[in-house]
């Protein structure tokens, strides 16, 4: 079994700061990237940022400059830090990774957490 543990979600006011984090634990053999998305009500799940097990980073538009993710190998951990933060990044925040499980270690499959609510109040 593998799971993606997210936490670090809540309300804040615009301009202000919030740091996600999402561990990954179970039977795994490798992680490939690791990623966040957000889905805000009545629209379609977006990718926020992404990052290789290689340390190599991809960020949507919208959050360039503001949002920073990082992974921890170690520790199975990929965190998403997001500054001056806008009442638009308003939304549910999923952490997904493309790993390997041991009981399967010859092919990789998307895995996703079950969602932190991020609140942005103007």
């Known amino acids: 079994q593998v799971q993606l543990v997210e936490s670090g979600g809540g309300l804040v006011q615009a301009g202000g700061s919030l740091r996600l984090s999402c561990a990954a634990s179970g039977s795994i053999f490798s992680i490939n990237a690791m990623g966040w998305y957000r889905q805000a009500p009545g629209k379609q799940r977006e990718l926020v940022a992404a990052i290789t097990s290689g340390g190599s980073t991809n960020y949507a538009d919208s959050v360039k400059g503001r949002f920073t993710i990082s992974r921890d190998n170690a520790k199975n951990t990929v965190y998403l830090q997001m500054n001056s933060l806008k009442p638009e990044d308003t939304a549910v925040y999923y952490c997904?990774?493309?790993?390997?499980?041991?009981?399967?270690?010859?092919?990789?499959?998307?895995?996703w957490g079950q969602g932190t609510q991020v609140t942005v109040s103007s």
């Open positions: 997904n990774a493309d790993l390997s499980p041991l009981s399967d270690y010859g092919l990789a499959y998307d895995y």
